[in-house]
């Protein structure tokens, strides 16, 4: 029997091999230069080809790449991702009253993407997590 637990004990000595993981960050929406400062801070690489302000993230291999987020008047812009901050600014640029529950990143709107009657939608109502 010492013989067996010398063995399982050797075998389990040797070090496990790690992969190595490179998680990019994915699917965020907010302002380009934040974006800019923050991706510079951390030595991630940052590709910028837009001109718009309000921006969405995507990641492959070579870093993160920014595409534009479309603000167009009479249309609900979709919230979903962005931080409480960047949401709030859109909000009152549109003239609405947002309620809030939670932390975190928007995850659900009351309001539809691509929605919006100005004469009707007083408020909007957002879920963070």
Same mark, same amino acid.
């Not at 399982?8 to 993981?21: D, S, T």
């Not at 993160?64 to 249309?75: A, D, F, I």
């Given at each position: 029997?010492?013989?067996?637990?010398?063995?399982?004990?050797?075998?389990?000595?040797?070090?496990?091999?790690?992969?190595?993981?490179?998680?990019?960050?994915?699917?965020?929406?907010?302002?380009?230069?934040?974006?800019?400062?923050?991706?510079?801070?951390?030595?991630?690489?940052?590709?910028?080809?837009?001109?718009?302000?309000?921006? %969405?993230?995507?990641?492959?291999?070579?870093?993160?790449?920014?595409?534009?987020?479309?603000?167009?008047?009479?249309?609900?812009?979709?919230?979903?991702?962005?931080?409480? %901050?960047?949401?709030?600014?859109?909000?009152?640029?549109?003239?609405?009253?947002?309620?809030?529950?939670?932390?975190?990143?928007?995850?659900?709107?009351?309001?539809?993407?691509?929605?919006?009657?100005?004469?009707?939608?007083?408020?909007?109502?957002?879920?963070?997590?």
């Amino acid at each position: 029997m010492r013989d067996i637990n010398r063995v399982a004990y050797q075998v389990n000595e040797q070090p496990k091999p790690v992969l190595a993981v490179n998680v990019l960050p994915i699917g965020n929406h907010g302002f380009a230069k934040d974006f800019e400062k923050l991706f510079s801070f951390i030595g991630l690489p940052y590709h910028n080809q837009q001109t718009s302000s309000w921006v %969405r993230t995507i990641s492959d291999h070579d870093g993160v790449y920014t595409l534009p987020q479309q603000k167009v008047k009479g249309q609900m812009p979709d919230l979903t991702g962005m931080g409480l %901050r960047d949401a709030l600014f859109i909000m009152d640029e549109f003239g609405i009253e947002t309620r809030i529950k939670g932390v975190g990143k928007v995850v659900w709107q009351s309001v539809q993407t691509g929605t919006y009657d100005p004469r009707i939608t007083k408020s909007i109502d957002l879920l963070l997590e």
